[in-house]
């Protein structure tokens, strides 16, 4: 919400907030002056406001599959990325709406500064506000309308990291739930692993109960440490201890946690990496995992071979886990994982 709709409403009564929040959410309304449940006067009142935090600067689809990514331009001047994902359907259906999963940033930038990420090589520069992320979403509302299509899955594995803006990111995700038919089992929140963000999470009872994925890529300390320099030598001691406790609080079985897992040749793909991980798997409880290919983003690094990703995935399928290879999307347009670095060149 902008300062200036604050200030309009800050002498109405409460439930007008509620009333434009729901309408932001109909891509049928384009402003304020066509919100019929308020007055003509507060209509006239808003017309200054805009009506998206959001506008577009640049929107690339891909030509091998089915993704868009749009570059959003910020009130500041900044700049975000969101990305579009379509689904193949099991069976096509004749006028039937198009499902989609959406890839929303909660920062500008990001300070992890994990080595196969292009988004932390221009560094941090500050968290989005929850109305910033609604609107990643509500601009692919928007741009479905008319497409026929319909957001039914969320992911927070834009650009940043989710539990560094935890405030903003909560808030968010609690009006998606309010205003939208998504339920918190398709919203998924990534994280490289914030541990006092972690243990918010459990004790915080407003936080909505959607599933968290962890951004792990390695067991073994030395490793994670040189591709992810903000870990801590403490974390794998601390996963199990904390999933132990995340399980109690949401004992739904469809509550799994999810370990993200990126393979890179001759760095974490080896035998001695799998069997660690393995080991470290199986204390964590209901697990999913995702075997990650390496999207290139410059640098030295090289994703490991098919034939390693396929045992990898035997071998952990072999031993009890629910385990998928993901198919990235968007890899023309830089829009694939670990790809989003708001290039606005050559677009």
Not at 34 to 42: A, H
Not at 308 to 316: G, S
Request: with cysteine.
């Amino acid at each position: 919400m902008t300062e200036s709709l604050e200030k309009i409403l800050a002498g109405e009564k409460k439930y007008r907030l509620k009333q434009i929040e729901a309408a932001k959410f109909d891509p049928r309304i384009n402003n304020f002056s066509e919100i019929s449940t308020l007055s003509k006067e507060l209509r006239e009142k808003l017309k200054s406001v805009p009506w998206l935090s959001v506008k577009l600067a640049v929107l690339q689809e891909s030509r091998i599959d089915n993704t868009k990514k749009a570059i959003l331009e910020l009130s500041d001047g900044m700049v975000a990325e969101t990305v579009l994902m379509g689904r193949k359907m099991k069976k096509k259906i004749k006028n039937a709406e198009e499902r989609y999963t959406i890839c929303v940033s909660s920062q500008v930038g990001c300070a992890m500064g994990c080595s196969f990420c292009a988004t932390g090589i221009g560094g941090f520069k500050r968290n989005l506000s929850a109305e910033e992320i609604i609107d990643q979403f509500r601009f692919w509302q928007r741009w479905l309308c008319v497409k026929n299509g319909k957001i039914d899955n969320v992911v927070f594995m834009g650009q940043g990291e989710p539990l560094l803006n935890y405030d903003e990111v909560k808030q968010a995700i609690i009006i998606l739930l309010k205003n939208t038919e998504i339920g918190p089992t398709k919203i998924t929140l990534s994280t490289a692993g914030i541990m006092s963000s972690m243990e918010k999470i459990l004790t915080d009872i407003d936080f909505p109960p959607v599933r968290v994925a962890i951004s792990l890529h390695s067991a073994v300390n030395e490793t994670r440490k040189k591709i992810m320099p903000s870990h801590q030598n403490n974390f794998f001691e601390f996963l199990p201890i904390w999933a132990k406790k995340y399980h109690e609080k949401f004992s739904s079985r469809t509550h799994f946690l999810g370990l993200e897992y990126l393979l890179l040749d001759s760095i974490n793909d080896d035998e001695k990496h799998l069997k660690v991980f393995i080991k470290l798997a199986s204390k964590v409880g209901r697990v999913r995992i995702n075997l990650i290919p390496y999207n290139a983003v410059g640098g030295s690094l090289r994703g490991s071979k098919e034939e390693v990703i396929k045992h990898w995935h035997n071998i952990l399928m072999k031993s009890g886990f629910t385990t998928t290879i993901r198919h990235s999307q968007g890899a023309d347009i830089d829009a694939a994982c670990g790809q989003l670095a708001n290039k606005m060149a050559n677009c």
